[in-house]
């Protein structure tokens, strides 16, 4: 016997900012509802001006498995929300199965709805309820004193407890097409589960001192981008101004993107304020430094951000991430060392001037915030190319698994072929281009995905040159192809 499970909630947090930790834990999140179903009963609704099913209540006691959709969620509420709030039994997480997580082992969408649509399954989620629930999640409005006003008339409330029930229905079809977990892959799973639930601590005083750095550095690049092209762009993030700016001095551009300044900045005979507007560009237009709010917005009142991985979130089945991305922290672009000695002078409140614009520092020191606890420590460690490495070995590709076990550099031998020419006479950009299909073709990646990849890279493919290069990674690693037309 298994219980489906959707809540339907409403708080003046932002879950998508905060995750669903301190979602739960904020004083104005609430329940409106929880829909859920014996196997394959039709579903029963709760709502808090009700007493808990004693029928419900003895099978958490008794230990009984729970199923949701993205089951993290709902077992964060039930356990911060309805343990604290309304008096029921704890769950444990060996309860809890995630079909969102099964249905992504099998490669289907991460959406309940997308999924349903997929499989086909008679019970499909309810679409236009979808929009009333989103509505009805955040306040109507919210006064001056704090207290909030909620979308609860009584034609929406029914409107919601319909489109509750029908997420259950919906939830129980998809899970009758989903393949059961493996053991193995089960307590990979409740692993994931522990990490989120653990978190990492962030380092939250170096976070707003070097906040007030990066503050501070971004108005002196913008005031001085704005002198040099004599106010016609006021700041580095002005791209659009940047691009018709560098257009009338002669520079070609559609673009001012981190790839194309980079190929500017390569260009001869650049002339001096070019190359400073330029260089102050790429300083001042550090995307990364934007992770330091939404760190902020993550870490809980222990300094602890939870909820940042996500089981199989990628096709291959590694994990991706949410809120701060941690696994898309920028590379430092100085030493361990040298790192140490500005966190050291943040704190003890000393000028860092002298080692570079304040946007650079922030960005390096981003994987710093992340600390251990006391008398713990924090590894960092990362696979090199571990999703080409493996596909290489479950295929046969042995020329390939050949070239990794001997350090060789795959994607320029993979250069080699598409542009058939010697592996010391590759070049950055067709190293890249080689890259790219090491990791993409070999998951599918067609032609038209493929040019679209080398433009958001700044290198111009066009639509038949890309599908070339596809066919030319098929032709030199068959083995790939094969395995790919046999998993098909």
């Known amino acids: 016997m298994i219980v489906s499970i959707d809540f339907e909630t409403r708080s003046a947090v932002d879950l998508r900012k905060t995750g669903v930790y301190i979602y739960a834990d904020d004083d104005s999140t609430d329940i409106w509802c929880m829909a859920y179903a014996f196997d394959d009963e039709e579903p029963k609704l709760w709502t808090p001006d009700m007493e808990m099913d004693v ?49 992504s082992a099998m490669g289907l969408p991460r959406a309940l709805g997308q999924a349903a649509d997929v499989l086909g399954v008679e019970q499909q989620k309810d679409k236009t309820g979808q929009g009333l629930m989103l509505r009805m999640a955040r306040p109507r409005k919210t006064k001056a004193d704090g207290t909030h006003t909620w979308w609860n008339t009584p034609d929406k409330m029914q409107a919601l407890f319909d489109y509750c029930l029908q997420d259950v229905r919906t939830e129980v079809s998809v899970a009758e097409r989903l393949i059961e ?58 791209g659009v101004d940047l ?66 991985l996500v089981y199989h979130g990628a096709a291959t089945g590694r994990w991706s991430g949410k809120l701060v991305q941690p696994q898309n922290f920028p590379r430092p672009s100085r030493s361990q060392d040298e790192l140490n000695e500005i966190i050291a002078k943040l704190k003890d409140d000393q000028s860092v001037a002298d080692h570079g614009a304040g946007t650079l520092i922030a960005s390096d020191l981003l994987r710093s915030m992340l600390i251990a606890k006391p008398g713990h420590r924090l590894l960092f460690a990362d696979y090199a190319a571990i999703e080409a490495r493996v596909l290489a070995w479950l295929a046969g590709e042995t020329e390939l698994v050949k070239t990794f076990a001997a350090g060789g550099d795959v994607y320029k031998v993979m250069a080699k072929d598409i542009y058939n020419k010697p592996v010391d006479k590759i070049d950055g950009n067709e190293r890249q281009v080689g890259k790219m299909a090491i990791l993409g073709c070999g998951y599918g990646m067609g032609g038209k995905r493929f040019a679209e990849q080398c433009k958001a890279m700044g290198i111009e493919v066009d639509s038949e040159e890309a599908k070339r290069i596809v066919y030319v990674y098929r032709e030199s690693n068959s083995a790939i192809e094969l395995l790919a037309r046999y998993r098909g």
């Open 55 to 103: 029928r419900l209540e003895d099978y958490i006691v008794e230990g009984g498995k729970l199923r949701a959709w993205n089951a993290n969620f709902e077992r964060v509420i039930w356990n911060k929300i309805m343990v604290e709030r309304y008096k029921w039994p704890r769950t444990r997480s060996s309860q809890w199965f995630c079909t969102m997580a099964q249905a």
């Open 181 to 238: 977990m493996d053991e193995q892959e089960r307590q990979v799973f409740l692993l994931d589960q522990r990490v989120n639930d653990r978190g990492v601590m962030l380092d939250r005083d170096l976070l707003e001192r070097v906040r007030v750095l990066a503050d501070n550095s971004k108005e002196d690049i913008d005031a001085e981008i704005a002198r040099l092209t004599k106010g016609q762009v006021t700041g580095a993030t002005k």
């Open 243 to 308: 691009v018709k700016w560098l257009n009338a001095y002669g520079i070609s551009t559609k673009s001012v993107d981190k790839q194309h300044v980079t190929r500017m900045l390569d260009l001869p005979n650049l002339h001096p304020v070019i190359r400073k507007v330029l260089m102050l560009r790429q300083d001042g237009a550090k995307s990364s430094t934007a992770k330091l709010d939404s760190m902020e917005s993550a870490a809980g009142a222990d300094d602890r951000m939870r909820g940042l």
